[in-house]
């Protein structure tokens, strides 16, 4: 069973309640678990794609961030080094804060962070059950990419906003 802590809207944590990962439906409106991506970036320029398993929501798409939801006790900055290495196997020394938004249709408050890593790219590791395939690629692969290989084309605003270091908006969903 995963535990979540809970948020207001401001990512305030809410002391004495206790959210459980499956149980979304039952979160109160105004309540939000905290999520966490990775927006991974190679010196060299090339971002990391990962491709979601068969068996995933929106199977074999192509994924410009790792992610997921923190545990109950972590920071996000705890949360985004744990999920990073554990869908990458890729250890970063720091990640840098871009954005803060909420969703209120899922009930989650995001954190969106770039890692900038010289990894050796071929040692990328697949989460076995979340991931099947990676790739590097440029900024310029990832634009042309379809809504029908690149899951949440907002990534694609990351990938040209982290490319030219410009902070995150909080538009990214609607611009």
């Known amino acids: 069973m995963e535990l979540w802590d809970a948020y207001d809207r401001n990512f305030k ?14 979160i109160p409106k105004g309540i939000y ?3 966490v991506l990775i927006l991974v970036r190679h010196v060299d320029g090339q971002y990391l794609l990962m491709r979601r398993s068969p068996g995933k ?9 790792a992610g997921g939801s923190v545990l109950q ?10 999920e ?13 804060e871009k954005e803060r938004f909420v969703k209120d249709e899922t009930h989650s408050a995001y954190y969106a962070f770039v890692c900038i ?4 790219k071929e040692s990328v ?5 979340e991931t099947c395939d990676y790739k590097w690629a440029d900024k310029e692969e990832i634009l042309a990419m379809g809504d029908d290989e690149l899951l949440a084309q907002t990534m694609r605003k990351y990938v040209i906003r982290s490319r030219s270091e410009e902070r995150f908006s909080r538009n990214a969903e609607t611009d």
């Open 13 to 26: 944590k809410i002391e004495g309640i206790t959210l459980i990962r499956g149980e979304e439906s039952s």
């Open 73 to 82: 006790g972590e920071s996000a900055i705890e949360g985004a080094l744990r």
């Open 57 to 65: 929501a929106y199977p074999l798409y192509w994924e410009a961030t």
């Open 84 to 96: 990073l290495r554990e869908e990458t196997g890729i250890i970063a020394d720091s990640l840098e």
């Open 117 to 120: 890593t010289s990894c050796d």
């Open 125 to 129: 590791i697949l989460q076995e059950g």
């Open 33 to 35: 678990h905290m999520v």
